[in-house]
């Protein structure tokens, strides 16, 4: 009898891995929804910095363009490409789906394309797909103006609003805050930067650098 209680505590003793077994069970939907979080937050991240770059890009292209003269919406036009091509990388791209959709710029998505098979010839990915990139940031991103009054004058402003896919769906409800238009992926989080348009007269006279030179006889 001393004989079977022994030999039925060894086969207790020995079955010691079952309890890690579920304790990993367990905290494995935990452990895969801490780095799902990590890697969606250091992905808006990344878009952020995005929207800061096209922001920058965005107002110098109007300190450029708003003093010419011309047509608004030609002007417009040039200012919304500077900022999309700052967030092609980290648009919500349908990849598949490219030739079925069209783009709203596709003069703007052919050159993305040509340019990029250019600087990178030995990387490079189908030509439908730098498309439907440049199209998808093209359709989650709004570039507004707007003009302010302050103590030293009329200021314009430019706000680049721009539509970062949350693809992970169970923290949609955590991260999320707006829908995209896109195809795939529908959640997304509104990112937004506003920076002020430093404008200048291209056509007045440059001031004198104060250096005068002999002259050439």
């Known amino acids: 009898m001393s004989a079977s209680h022994s030999t039925s505590l060894n086969l207790h003793t020995d079955e010691e891995g079952a309890t890690y077994a579920v304790s990993l069970v367990m905290a494995l ?4 929804a801490m780095i799902a979080l990590i ?3 250091s992905s808006l991240t990344s878009a952020g910095l995005a929207v800061d770059a096209a922001a920058s890009a965005a107002a110098r292209s109007a300190a450029v363009w708003l003093p010419l003269e011309g047509d608004a919406d030609r002007k417009a036009r040039q200012i919304q490409r500077a900022a999309v091509m700052s967030l092609v990388s980290v648009s919500n791209a349908d990849n598949g789906i490219a030739a079925v959709r069209p783009g709203d710029d596709p003069e703007a998505e052919e050159a993305f394309a040509k340019a990029y098979g250019q600087f990178s010839p030995h990387r490079l990915p189908s030509l439908a797909f730098l498309r439907e990139k440049y199209r998808a940031a093209h359709r989650d991103t709004k570039v507004t103006l707007r003009t302010e009054q302050t103590a030293s004058g009329p200021r314009t402003i430019v706000r680049v609003e721009f539509l970062a896919p949350v693809r992970v769906p169970g923290l949609a409800y955590l991260l999320a805050d707006s829908k995209s238009s896109g195809s795939r992926v529908n959640d997304a989080r509104r990112l937004v930067t506003e920076l002020p348009v430093v404008l200048e007269n291209t ?6 650098l104060g250096i005068h030179y002999d002259r050439l006889r």
């Not at 939907?29 to 895969?32: A, E, K, N, S």
């Open 203 to 208: 056509t007045a006279r440059t001031h004198p």
């Open 29 to 32: 939907p935990l452990y895969v």
């Open 39 to 41: 890697v969606e937050v």
